[in-house]
């Protein structure tokens, strides 16, 4: 994938992904609702982020992702539905992501201007 070509959408991704995330946790908190409430086996937060993940599932074809990955500004879909979210201090916790994750998360990359996602 070119990092260089995708840059501007994946910012954007995960602009978008603060900005749902942010919210999201302003709607739970207006209904009085804990976003740790577990649903069916998975917390609030988890369903929000797993949510977003089911928009992005895609197959594509060795030769389409070929020619994606050298002309298409958008990362393949997998990349988006892990690339925003992973970066978001709710993700972390969410998840139970612990500091030195390899999935960035715990490194807090994207918290709210507010500090409401601050651990």
Same mark, same amino acid.
């Given at each position: 994938?070119?990092?260089? *070509?995708? *840059?501007? !959408? ?19 908190? /207006?209904? +009085?609702? $804990?976003? /740790?409430?577990?649903?069916? +086996?998975?917390?609030? /937060? ?6 977003? =993940?089911? #928009? ?6 060795? !030769? %389409?992702?070929? #020619?994606?990955?050298? #002309? %298409? ?5 997998? @990349? ?8 978001? #201090?709710?993700?972390?916790? $969410? @998840?139970?992501?612990?500091?030195? %994750?390899? /999935? +960035?998360?715990?490194?807090?990359? =994207? ?9």
């Amino acid at each position: 994938m070119n990092g260089t *070509l995708t *840059l501007g !959408e994946n910012i954007a991704d995960l602009g978008g992904s603060r900005w749902r995330a942010t919210r999201y946790r302003k709607a739970l908190a /207006d209904a +009085g609702k $804990a976003p /740790d409430e577990t649903i069916d +086996g998975s917390t609030r /937060d988890q369903r929000f982020f797993l949510n977003w =993940a089911t #928009v992005w599932r895609r197959n594509y074809k060795p !030769e %389409d992702l070929r #020619v994606r990955l050298r #002309v %298409d500004p958008h990362a393949p879909a997998n @990349f988006r539905a892990i690339g925003g979210p992973s970066n978001l #201090v709710p993700f972390a916790g $969410a @998840f139970g992501c612990a500091q030195g %994750d390899a /999935d +960035g998360a715990s490194r807090g990359r =994207a918290r709210s201007s507010s500090g409401e996602f601050t651990r």
